[in-house]
């Protein structure tokens, strides 16, 4: 894991400084409100992100960050947010307009990376061990791998 939250993950958890660490609580709520909840593999590869994983809040952290930002640049843009002139002042909100854009042009960048993944990458991927439907235990046996 090569990135800004690295320093923050031990496995299988992140220990968040403050005040990121007050967020995940809000991405939860997100989460459960906004479906962002995959459970479908729990049975069968013991694999889930629910609403509180902490996948799922670096997630919403993250879009969090993202309406922030966009949110507070339109704000500016709007006010002519300056400190100089009479607002709005015409200068800063063509500035802000601009950062606006650049923002937008950085996010949709990373969306284009993510389409090259699932375009390029996916197909060439060696392919995934193919597995049959889960059997029904068997009464008195095992229910689960390794009991």
Known sequence: MNNAFAPFYH???FVLPAPISTLPPDASRRATRTGTVFTECLAS???QYPAEHHD???W???LMFAE???GMLAK???DGHCRNHKKPCALTRELHLRILARFKADLLALVKEIDDIETNEVPTWPPANQL???QSPTSGGPTT???
Do not use: F, L, M, Q
């Open 145 to 147: 791998t390794g009991t």
């Open 45 to 47: 590869c013991s694999v």
């Open 76 to 78: 500016k843009a709007e």
């Open 132 to 134: 049959s439907a889960p």
């Open 60 to 62: 919403h952290v993250s």
């Open 56 to 58: 799922i809040n670096v």
């Open 11 to 13: 496995d299988p958890y």
């Open 68 to 70: 922030y930002v966009a």
